[in-house]
């Protein structure tokens, strides 16, 4: 796997060296394109979907707690949706899946808009959709390498992915209530449901029909819990995965507590807003750069430089500084995201092939519900806490967890000191493996494969 970085070619003439891509190189794949648009549009209608359906909760009961709860419910289902149906990415055909979960979204939050419907059905309905998610990005998220080779052009195309997302929290929440204005919340919530169609009609009818990965005999919790347990036990993947969840987990303190700063400084609310953006601007351009701009080789060397970037303006939150000081130490903790090109590199090569996808949906799962548990953490050490102690201790523990975890550290060489036994190759045995290996090649992406690769490949 690690290979085919340097074998990445971009198209006919476009003289893009063979460890870069291009935007050109990513979006002229006709599969991808389909894929980004899609998710652009039902981006959009999910971020006018929380706002508008934030205001129609608390014009319910004008509660702050249970508008709040919005947000909450957004993440918590990744936890169980990641854990019990992550094992969709590896039984069911992408398509189907995808264009499933479009449709279902559709008519769930086209529930929504029943007039009187209660809030705790309100709530159902957007724990039940949330249900969806995980499935739906984590088959997306293992369909990604079929259709862009892994190397550059799968990075660029993550970070492309990655841009819609950061974009959203930029400007999306500013649309969603100029949208307010002029339509009701229930008429937010259908421009939603029309999204979702539309992403599952492009999805439908703009990619490839793809067979099923061969089935397996037992059910689906059993075999995603299986999966999960597989994907963790797997070292490398693990470090890779737990260093892409807690280094946001701690990262979001700013944002978590962006409106108790603004009153901290003496700032009107709306000051709040500006906070929020500062962190995804610097990611949208840390982003851009990286997965643009630099080599493989660089994406993952600057992993750890990196991910330091991210925590350490955070630390001068010890100071409370004002709004304009404080904006620019977010924009420049958000460039410190570069870390995540090389990590989506690093993921697709450390995860054994028999469990990719399974690494690759719990990856978009546990990032999410990191995240909510992120906001929920430092939101509540906010409250018992001097702000300028919390965000610099989320700061100290996401430093220490960049520091521990190292996910781009070589292994170490045999404790005896002895180099290791290789076997010899000569042009006409070059491609000759271990006998785990042919069993591998012979016995499919099962667990007993993935078993084989967890141990290591036998001396020959």
Known sequence: MATRDKQARAGPGMG???????????LGAGEFRVIFVAHVVSMLGNVVAAVALTVLVYQQTRSPALAASVLALSFLPYLLGGILLGAAADRLPARRVLVGCDLASAVLVACMMVPG????????????NGLIAPVYQGVRSAALPTILPPGPRYVLGRSLMRLVAQSAQIVGYGVGGLLLAIVS?????????????????????GTARRPAPTGRSMSMVRDSLTGLRSTLAHQPTRRVLLFSWLVPACAVAPEALAAPYAAHIGQPPRAAGLLLMGIPAGTVAADALAARLLPSGMQRRIIIPAGLLVFAPLMAFAASPGLGLALVLLVISGLGSAWAAGIDGLLIQAA????????????????MFTQGLGFALWGIAGQYLPLA???????GAGVLAVGTLRPDQPRRPPLSGRPERRV????????????????????????????????????C
């Open 389 to 395: 102690v919390v965000i610099p201790l989320a700061a």
């Open 352 to 367: 054994p092939r028999a469990l990719r996808n399974r690494g690759l949906a719990l990856g978009s799962a546990g990032l």
């Open 117 to 128: 419907m209660p809030v705790p059905g309100l709530l159902a309905l957007l724990f039940a």
């Open 424 to 459: 010899g190759h000569d042009a006409g045995t070059r491609n000759r493996t271990c006998d785990s290996r042919r069993q591998r090649a012979a016995g499919g992406a099962g667990y007993q494969a993935a078993g084989a690769e967890l141990r290591g490949p036998r001396r």
């Open 16 to 26: 893009t060296p063979a460890s870069r891509a291009s935007y050109r190189d990513v």
């Open 185 to 205: 919340p229930r008429g937010a919530l259908a421009a939603d449901a029309l999204s979702f169609a539309a992403s599952g009609m492009m999805l439908r009818f």
